[in-house]
């Protein structure tokens, strides 16, 4: 079982609000990544972070910003929410590729603006 | 750009048939392979790996996935179904060098009748 999480699961929000999305991980995994996920479409790379202090932007342009100040723990923040940011976000983490390794994700948070 | 391709969107079978889920990737230099399934309200998990060696690769629960190289794909099979099975599956692609982000498909919706 996978030590990663996410808060909150679900969440529904007005526009113009600032949130938060929060993912852990208890693995000590150096890298971890925000994908975000619409129905029936791919998932795509938002964030990612090779460990503290390291922030990159992904495939896919987004208005969020990440933060990574401890090891365990890469939130992610929407300034202003509009109804376009409505999706699935989902966080993972990984080893450093010492030897190729999966990534682990959390369950997800589910982001509804209106 | 680099792309992973899922040929079906959904799958229905019943239970005891037999399933091959189709997976394709662009990307010309060497790659890690993966099948994560997302069954119904669960996080995404990883099923099955390919890093190298044997191309005939078997996972979790009866699953098995051959990288054929010179197709560029890896397909996943499953001799006999279960309803249990019923999930979403997803290939991902990590190109070598790439500091392990995953590029994933679409995915497949597996609907297994009982």
């Known amino acids: 079982e996978a030590d990663i999480y996410q808060t909150p699961r679900y969440l529904v929000i007005g526009t113009g609000k600032k949130i938060t999305l929060e993912c852990s991980q208890t693995?000590?995994?150096?890298?971890m990544y925000w994908y975000q996920q619409d129905p029936g479409m791919e998932l795509h790379l938002i964030h990612y972070?090779?460990?503290?202090?390291?922030?990159e932007k992904g495939d896919l342009s987004s208005e969020s910003t990440v933060s990574r100040i401890r090891t365990e723990h890469f939130p992610l923040t929407l300034e202003s929410a509009r109804p376009s940011h409505t999706s699935q976000y989902l966080c993972?983490?990984?080893?450093?590729?010492?030897?190729?390794?999966?990534?682990?994700f959390g369950q997800g948070t589910r982001l509804t603006v209106v | 750009a680099q792309s992973v391709s899922q040929h079906n969107h959904h799958v229905i079978l019943s239970e005891a048939a037999s399933l091959e889920l189709g997976c394709n990737y662009s990307?010309?230099?060497?790659?890690?392979l993966f099948w994560y399934v997302q069954y119904p309200g669960q996080h995404l998990q990883l099923l099955l790996k390919?890093?190298?060696?044997?191309?005939l690769v078997k996972g979790i629960k009866g699953f098995e996935a051959e990288f054929i190289k010179s197709k560029f794909s890896f397909n996943l099979r499953k001799p006999s179904v279960q309803w249990s099975d019923t999930a979403e599956y997803f290939c991902?692609?990590?190109?070598?060098?790439?500091?392990?982000?995953?590029?994933f498909g679409k995915g497949t919706k597996l609907s297994v009748k009982p």
């Open positions: 993972a983490s990984k080893h450093r590729n010492l030897g190729a390794t999966e990534a682990f």
């Open positions: 693995m000590g995994h150096d890298k």
């Open positions: 972070s090779y460990g503290v202090n390291s922030t």
């Open positions: 990307y010309g230099g060497t790659v890690n």
């Open positions: 390919y890093f190298s060696g044997d191309p």
């Open positions: 991902a692609v990590n190109p070598r060098g790439s500091q392990g982000n995953l590029i």
